[in-house]
């Protein structure tokens, strides 16, 4: 089955700096990948999505990569600010699924 | 635009008490409707979803159930809660295209006592 990794140590960053958060994933290769942040308290709220045959994605100051190769998604926030602090997670999608598998999320902590 | 409605906020029920959480979706028609439960410092548990009236799969072997009586209806039930069923519990909708991102309720705190 597919498993999805993701830093379980929170992210301290400085504000202002480039926050990069790491999406591993075994087997076989998703057709979607999909990023969603989670406030304490709420329900996880769709950010981006990239599919297979795209290296890179943005909005804003978000940036998604992925990298089939190496199995990997990077989500980088640049001039990341306090309000941005949250758990970020991602998801898989093999296309043709109704279910995507989620990852546990990394808790991103920016200091103002 | 598309909005999920997800109540109560929060429950504290005694073991043994029956459950009953609403979820209703406005502005899409036939959605996939999507039950999870979250514990704390842990990702999304998939308990039940639904591709349309009537059609529930189940994830997860559990005291737990789920019925969608309409189309943007999806109800999650228990006849008799345990302390294990404690946790936060998140309604999502998705639509039938693919690549379709899920969108989320704000979930409900349940807390067994």
């Known amino acids: 089955s597919q498993k999805i990794e993701q830093n379980s140590e929170a992210l301290n960053i400085q504000e202002g700096k480039t926050a990069t958060l790491t999406c591993n994933y075994t087997n076989y290769s998703p057709a979607y990948l999909q990023w969603y942040r989670q406030d304490p308290g709420r329900g996880p709220v769709f950010l981006l999505l990239i599919r297979e045959n795209e290296k890179e994605k943005r909005k804003e100051r978000l940036k998604v990569t992925f990298d089939t190769t190496l199995k990997q998604s990077l989500f980088h926030i640049t001039a990341s600010q306090p309000a941005d602090s949250a758990t970020y997670l991602c998801a898989l999608d093999i296309g043709g699924s109704y279910i995507p598998t989620f990852g546990r999320g990394t808790s991103l902590i920016v200091h103002p | 635009s598309q909005t999920i409605h997800q109540w109560p906020a929060t429950l504290v029920q005694p073991v043994g008490s029956p459950l009953s959480l609403e979820c209703t979706v406005e502005g899409t028609s036939n959605p996939n409707l999507y039950w999870y439960r979250q514990a704390a410092g842990r990702g999304l548990q998939l308990l039940f979803y639904s591709v349309g009236i009537g059609q529930i799969s189940s994830e997860v072997p559990q005291n737990l159930s789920a019925s969608r009586p309409q189309d943007r209806q999806f109800i999650l039930s228990s006849k008799k809660l345990l302390l294990s069923d404690s946790g936060f519990y998140l309604c999502?909708?998705?639509?039938?295209?693919?690549?379709?991102?899920?969108?989320f309720g704000d979930g409900t705190r349940l807390s067994i006592l």
């Open positions: 999502a909708w998705r639509g039938q295209a693919s690549n379709q991102p899920q969108h």
